[in-house]
Each structure stands twice: as structure tokens, then as C-alpha cells.
């Protein structure tokens, strides 16, 4: 039951990469986000849904083209913490990033992401 509530705004979430129109991205971040959300990003830590807005929003305007974004594994949620890993993709084999968003929930909410972006060399040995 947690896990599907987690998956449910986790997807939520990543359609905001998605939508069809930039004026869409407020409301779903607004369905899947607390409004004191603490976002850990590739610059840094912000908080609030509009920092988070900002975020996508420079996302969906990437230089090679408005790319996709989809959760690409399964949601893993011990407690109520939850992990997954998510691709995106430019159009025509543009540049490809993928990387991992470990959240927080509060109330069927997220509170909290982080994001690991890229992937995890093997260590050395």
C-alpha cells in the first residue's frame, strides 16, 4: 500500500517533465509535492514547489529538444523513504542522462528528493 502511494507520486512527479504544455507542470508538481519540498538538485538545495518548477521547466527547454523523462525501475521503499531510477532522452538519440531520486514522503506527499544524476562507476579494486 506505502509503495503504491510512493510510485503514484513519484510518477506524478516525473509527468511533469512530460507534459504536454508548460502551464501543466505547476499543478502536477503541486499533486505530487508538499509545498515546503526540499529539492537536493545537480546545483544545489532549494526549497518549494516553484524552485522545483524552475528545475523542470530548464529541463524541458534542454538545447537538444524537449527530452523525456520515465521511471525506469521498480519504486524500493523501506519506511518512508523510496528510491527509483529514471532516464531522460533528448529526441532523435540526443543526449541521454540517467540517474537515480531517492524521496522522502510525508502524507502521501513528497518532501523531499534527491537526485543523483548519472550513472555509478565500478569502484577500483
Same mark, same amino acid.
Not at 29 to 50: H, N
Not at 108 to 125: H, K, M, N, T, Y
Given at each position: 500500500?506505502?509503495?503504491e502511494?510512493?510510485?503514484?507520486?513519484?510518477?506524478?512527479?516525473?509527468?511533469?517533465?512530460?507534459?504536454?504544455?508548460?502551464?501543466y507542470?505547476?499543478?502536477?508538481?503541486s499533486?505530487a509535492l508538499?509545498?515546503d519540498?526540499?529539492f537536493?538538485?545537480?546545483?544545489?538545495r532549494s526549497e518549494?514547489?516553484e524552485?522545483?518548477?524552475?528545475?523542470?521547466?530548464?529541463?524541458r527547454r534542454? +538545447?537538444?529538444?524537449? /527530452? =523525456?523523462m &520515465?521511471r525506469?525501475?521498480a519504486?524500493?521503499?523501506? *519506511?518512508?523513504?523510496a528510491?527509483y531510477?529514471?532516464?531522460?532522452?533528448?529526441?532523435?538519440?540526443? +543526449?541521454?542522462?540517467? /540517474? =537515480?531520486? &531517492?524521496?522522502?514522503?510525508?502524507r502521501s506527499?513528497? *518532501?523531499?528528493?534527491?537526485?543523483?544524476?548519472?550513472?555509478i562507476?565500478?569502484?577500483a579494486?
Amino acid at each position: 500500500m506505502q509503495e503504491e502511494i510512493a510510485r503514484s507520486a513519484i510518477d506524478t512527479f516525473i509527468s511533469a517533465f512530460n507534459a504536454s504544455d508548460d502551464s501543466y507542470v505547476t499543478a502536477l508538481l503541486s499533486q505530487a509535492l508538499t509545498s515546503d519540498v526540499v529539492f537536493w538538485g545537480p546545483l544545489g538545495r532549494s526549497e518549494g514547489i516553484e524552485a522545483v518548477e524552475r528545475f523542470v521547466l530548464d529541463i524541458r527547454r534542454h +538545447p537538444a529538444g524537449t /527530452g =523525456t523523462m &520515465v521511471r525506469c525501475s521498480a519504486v524500493d521503499m523501506p *519506511d518512508e523513504w523510496a528510491r527509483y531510477q529514471w532516464v531522460f532522452t533528448t529526441p532523435d538519440g540526443g +543526449p541521454r542522462l540517467a /540517474g =537515480t531520486d &531517492v524521496v522522502h514522503l510525508r502524507r502521501s506527499l513528497i *518532501d523531499q528528493v534527491i537526485v543523483f544524476a548519472g550513472e555509478i562507476e565500478p569502484s577500483a579494486s
